[in-house]
């Protein structure tokens, strides 16, 4: 299993970013992928997450809700967040995450569940700086 994020950057309030992350090694149709972000001092915590397959069933943390936007492409095994309207506070490495052997179903526990499972993958991360 491989989680490749990119597109990352530094943009000033109000910019724009798409992330991307790159699955492989796992069946990218039947699976759940999510978002966290760490911001330096602080814990990891979830972003956004979604369903892979045709039920497309998202979630957002309040934080995002209204900026970020979370979409798959099963043709590309890519999920990306579109991240609009960015703030200071959006600073952070941003990483994409999946449990394959229990891949749950989008929802507020579904962060803390796959951040406490055996069996989650990671991506490397990439930097999103925000300045004012």
């Known amino acids: 299993v491989q989680l490749v994020e990119s597109g990352g950057g530094s943009v000033q309030i109000g910019g724009s970013l798409i992330l991307s992350c790159v699955a492989s090694?796992?069946?990218?149709?039947?699976?759940?992928i999510g978002w966290f972000c760490q911001a330096p001092g602080k814990e990891r915590e979830g972003v956004a997450c979604?369903?892979?397959?045709?039920?497309?069933?998202?979630y957002y943390v309040k934080s995002v809700k209204g900026r970020f936007t979370i979409s798959s492409d099963s043709a590309k095994n890519t999920v990306y967040l579109r991240m609009n309207n960015l703030e200071p506070e959006d600073t952070a490495v941003y990483f994409c995450?999946?449990?394959?052997?229990?891949?749950?179903?989008?929802?507020?526990?579904?962060?803390?569940?796959?951040?406490?499972?055996?069996?989650?993958?990671w991506g490397q991360g990439t930097q999103v700086s925000v300045s004012s």
């Open positions: 090694g796992f069946a990218f149709d039947d699976s759940v």
């Open positions: 979604t369903n892979t397959n045709d039920d497309g069933h998202v």
């Open positions: 995450a999946t449990d394959p052997l229990y891949p749950g179903y989008p929802g507020p526990m579904w962060f803390e569940s796959l951040a406490a499972g055996i069996a989650a993958y």
